[in-house]
């Protein structure tokens, strides 16, 4: 008994197709919860920032985060006005996901 | 989030991007979405998911997205939409993930009738697929 979510990977070719391309991007996520949606890219870019104002679903994205790809994934407790008041650089792409 | 929140957000996003960066704007289009059983080969609809407030903040987000292009801010360069479809096993998984994820979910009484009828049939290879349609759009700075 379990819960599928997006088993035809629509979301990811959305991305494929709007994205074109995430290979050794430098990318934001706001709003990147649990990292559901960042695990979908995160093996192509250079370096994913996400960030999500609450802490303990992204405490599950850290906890989530396959090993061999930590170091190129960081994430933090904040929302975009706290994020942009110390930005770490800019960015190639920013995913608003389901965050507006 | 408010409007004008969301519009500062918007006018963020465009600070962090590099001059030739791109956004991706993902979020529900706030139509409800449907709720339908798959019996073996067979798909009924049962009705619609009700949602009690996050449709007004979908309906929101695509001002302020306009609002921004309107004053420049950044250009749509292409938008589309998709079917993200959640698929359960039973009806207590599905109440079980809404009660944590979208907090904001109803499944009406007749409703949840109607599906715990079909899901009590003999047939084997059944599950419940609920499609929420999303809004993707990419943006470049304008």
């Known amino acids: 008994m379990s819960i599928r979510l997006d088993p035809e990977e629509a979301e990811l070719k959305a991305l494929a197709a709007f994205a074109a391309d995430f290979d050794g991007k430098r990318i934001l996520e706001v709003g990147c919860g649990t ?14 920032v996400g960030i999500d104002p609450n802490a303990a679903r992204l405490s599950r994205a850290v906890a989530d985060t396959p090993p061999r790809l930590r170091d190129r994934a960081e994430f933090h407790v904040a929302d975009i006005d706290a994020f942009a008041a110390a930005p770490s650089g800019k960015f190639d792409t920013i995913i608003l996901a389901w965050s507006l | 989030m408010e409007p004008s929140g969301m519009v500062h957000a918007l006018e963020l996003a465009r600070q962090l991007l590099l001059p030739n960066g791109r956004l991706l704007d993902l979020h529900p289009t706030g139509e409800p979405p449907p709720i339908e059983i798959r019996m073996g080969t067979e798909i009924s609809r049962v009705g619609f998911l009700r949602e009690t407030d996050d449709f007004v903040e979908y309906g929101l987000a695509d001002a302020a997205v306009a609002r921004v292009i309107r004053e420049g801010l950044f250009v749509i360069e292409k938008s589309d939409q998709y079917s993200f479809d959640i698929h359960a096993d039973g009806l207590e998984e599905l109440l079980s993930y809404l009660a944590e994820e979208w907090t904001d979910a109803v499944i009406d009484d007749d409703i949840v009738k109607r599906i715990e009828s079909l899901l009590s049939s003999s047939e ?13 759009a990419r943006l470049r700075p304008g």
């Open chain 2, 124 to 136: 084997t290879d059944k599950e419940i697929i609920l499609r929420d349609r999303i809004y993707i």
């Open chain 1, 35 to 48: 990292g559901r949606l960042t695990w979908r890219y995160l093996d192509r870019a250079a370096h994913v």
